[in-house]
């Protein structure tokens, strides 16, 4: 099992909105604003990246649980930046709370529950299913 995780530990993740990124992107018909799906991926990115460190062998962490709330549109070029911060730890779970900030204002918040695994357990476990 990953080594104790400090509450507090903290991971970011960035990136510059594309069109790729946009809700246009999915659907034509919709504005060229950055998607909440990519907006939780990139909460979840900073959310593995605040756990990761401690992670040893084969370990990684994977998502568990999201509430997540996207509250301002931000358009292509801005640039997003996530943050992860470690809250709790259950004894199996643990649970970040996530921010999303554009270059004006917080985009979104909430959190994002995860768990440690081990690679090899967890591809055993998928292939048998």
């Known amino acids: 099992m990953a080594r104790q995780i ?22 034509s018909e919709l504005p060229p604003v950055y998607s909440t799906p990519d907006m939780v991926r990139l909460m979840e990115t900073a959310a593995f990246h605040a756990l990761h460190p401690y992670c040893e062998g084969d370990e990684i962490t994977v998502g568990t649980a999201i509430n997540i709330q996207h509250r301002a549109a931000s358009g292509i070029g801005a640039h997003i930046q996530a943050e992860a911060v470690l ?6 779970f643990y649970t970040l709370r996530v921010t999303a900030r554009d270059d004006v204002q917080q985009i979104g ?8 695994v081990s690679i090899g357990k967890f591809q055993k476990t998928a292939g048998r299913k």
């Open 6 to 27: 400090p509450i507090g530990a903290r991971g970011e993740a960035h990136e510059t909105v594309e069109f790729k990124h946009t809700l246009t992107a999915h659907h």
């Open 87 to 92: 809250e709790s730890f259950d004894g199996r």
């Open 109 to 116: 918040q909430g959190t994002v529950g995860r768990a440690v």
